[in-house]
């Protein structure tokens, strides 16, 4: 793990300030903001047959995923330690939440979105938010663009795998909520709920362009707090409907909730 010291600090703070005792999806928002200011890095070479973690920079991707873990081993008693947060990260970014080589790990929120899913780690509520199904678009953002994953370059026999598991992919259902709706669901929203933004690019080759955590806001508005997509840092952006708006060939958006850890 990069950032052993942000860890201890994460660590100290979130016991000073008992960050233990909230919900699941306040922990997660909780430290999510403690890494604000946080630059991003472009986190493809952190894809390697083993689970890595960096909390000196991060993707979009990278951002929920720590900030989810970090919420989850706060469900446990400190003493806590880098290796039981590099585990809750694999579990959450890894098919059946285990480490299995490259080709394991979930490239797509699609996917991510089922598999967490399907574990109980967090559960897709566009549906029951009024989304609806969205017509089946292909999924091969990574074999696509194979070049820009370093571990690929060097391994490229396991391409083929991973277009195997893009097809699959490319078949499981996936709801969304239109761009107009979304001023009418913001008010179900709560802290931590992870935002995936949606695009019906069929260049994109994934149906998810962007993803972040919910942050409720004044006069009952979300805030949206994520990393990347012209953000150079870790940032809270104050409306999330303003920031979609922003944002190029986006669709609507997804909506799932971290559930406790049992």
């Not at 999510?32 to 890595?52: H, I, K, Q, V, W």
């Not at 933004?197 to 004044?218: N, Q, S, Y």
Request: hydrophobic share 40%; aromatic share 6%.
């Amino acid at each position: 793990m990069v950032g052993l010291d942000r860890f201890s600090n994460w660590a100290d703070i979130s016991c000073t300030e008992s960050w233990r005792d909230l919900p699941i999806g306040e922990r997660a928002l909780k430290s999510a903001l403690f890494f604000a200011g946080t630059p991003y890095g472009d986190e493809s070479e952190m894809n390697g047959a083993e689970c890595r973690a960096n909390l000196e920079r991060f993707d979009c991707l990278t951002l929920v995923e720590t900030a989810i873990a970090c919420a989850r081993l706060l469900g446990s008693r400190p003493p806590y330690k880098p290796a039981a947060l590099l585990k809750e990260i694999e579990t959450l970014r890894y098919r059946d939440g285990k480490c299995r080589g490259f080709a394991s790990k979930l490239f797509s929120m699609e996917e991510a979105f089922h598999d967490n899913t399907r574990r109980g780690t967090y559960v897709d509520i566009t549906k029951k938010l009024g989304g609806i199904r969205r017509p089946p678009a292909p999924v091969n953002h990574v074999s696509r663009n194979w070049k820009g994953f370093p571990y690929i370059q060097a391994n490229p026999g396991v391409i083929a795998e991973i277009q195997r598991e893009e097809d699959r992919i490319s078949k499981l259902p996936i709801h969304g909520i239109a761009l107009a709706q979304v001023p009418a669901i913001e008010a179900q929203l709560r802290a931590g709920d992870i935002i995936a933004i949606l695009t019906d690019d069929p260049e994109a080759g994934t149906c998810c362009r962007h993803v972040g955590l919910a942050a409720p806001h004044k006069n009952g508005e979300i805030a949206l707090l994520h990393v990347g997509n012209g953000s150079k840092h870790v940032r809270l952006d104050p409306i999330l409907t303003r920031l979609l708006k922003s944002i190029p060939n986006i669709s609507g958006i997804a909506v799932a909730r971290i559930q406790e850890v049992s």
